[in-house]
């Protein structure tokens, strides 16, 4: 069964960093592209930034342009988003989830999920 496993979050004050990681199993990984979503409290989940099968395309959410970087290792099958300069806003929950069609950024369009890592930022 596919299993999609996010690591890497935490605890942090603003302007600091993160990296997270999603260790995928049960699927083919590099035919898939894979994204990061997030789900602030009170909130709806909303897309963060997306990485083709390749790793050639990469798509971000405008609030976290610049700032975040996605990438993969298929070797590894696994996808990683590096977070910089942090905002307290950027305090959510964060999912991987693998897409078979392509960059897409509703989250409905996405097959798997993963359980999350929760990113606090403190002020």
């Known amino acids: 069964q596919v299993q999609l496993a996010e690591s890497g979050g935490g605890l942090v004050q603003a302007g600091g960093s993160l990296r997270l990681s999603c260790a995928a199993s049960g699927l083919t990984f590099s035919r898939y592209a894979m994204g990061w979503f997030r789900q602030a409290p009170g909130k709806e989940r909303e897309f963060v930034a997306v990485i083709k099968w390749s790793g050639r395309n990469t798509y971000y959410a405008d609030s976290v342009k610049g700032r975040f970087t996605i990438s993969r290792e298929n070797a590894k099958n696994t996808v990683y988003l590096q977070m910089n300069s942090l905002k307290p806003e950027d305090t959510a929950v964060y999912y991987c989830?693998?897409?078979?069609?392509?960059?897409?950024?509703?989250?409905?369009?996405?097959?798997?999920w993963g359980q999350g890592t929760q990113v606090t930022v403190s002020s």
């Open positions: 989830a693998a897409d078979l069609d392509g960059l897409h950024s509703y989250s409905y369009e996405y097959d798997y």
